[in-house]
């Protein structure tokens, strides 16, 4: 019985061996990806827009608990402002500046808005610059 246990840990230890080895050769092999396209970054925006919970403050057309996408692009585009530089906690908010409707998107932005990368913020901000072409009135 013994030896058999034995016998048993001996395999064990075989495989796992074997996995991380393997393991390592697809961490090597991992291809570059080419930068998104136009349609991909609008793809990807609009799906990080409902995951990341954006959508549950944010509606496209209405105010809810927060500005629309429409009514924050609007200002955007007429004072020029830039959504990457706001979301990375670079740009001072510009829509809404009642303190506690700041306080609430900055929480957003010292939360989970640090673990999205480059690619990903810059594809929301595409979604919200085209909002108005891909939900006309
Ligand atoms: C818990 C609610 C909530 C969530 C979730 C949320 N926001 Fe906000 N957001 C707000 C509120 C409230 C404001 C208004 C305050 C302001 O303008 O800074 C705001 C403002 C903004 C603004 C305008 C900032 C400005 O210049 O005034 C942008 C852009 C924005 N949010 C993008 C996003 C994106 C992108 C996401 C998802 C990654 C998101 N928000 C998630 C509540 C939220």
Avoid: W
Avoid at 44 to 57: A, D, H, M, Q
Avoid at 86 to 105: E, R, S
Avoid at 107 to 113: A, S
């Amino acid at each position: 019985m013994r030896l058999f246990l034995f016998f048993i840990l001996i395999l064990l230890g075989c495989s796992c061996k074997s996995e991380k080895k393997s393991n390592e050769a697809m961490d090597i092999v991992e291809p570059k990806r080419a930068e998104l396209s136009f349609d991909s970054q609008i793809f990807l925006g609009n799906r990080l827009f409902s995951e990341k919970t954006c959508i549950t403050c944010h509606d496209v057309n209405r105010v809810k608990k927060a500005p629309s996408v429409k009514e924050i692009m609007a200002v955007y585009k007429e004072k020029n402002g830039d959504i990457v530089a706001f979301l990375k906690g670079n740009a001072q908010p510009i829509v809404d500046t009642t303190a506690t409707q700041v306080a609430i998107m900055q929480k957003n932005i010292d939360g989970f808005l640090k673990k999205i990368t480059d690619e990903e913020l810059n594809s929301l901000s595409i979604y919200m610059l085209h909002i108005d072409k891909l939900y006309p009135e």
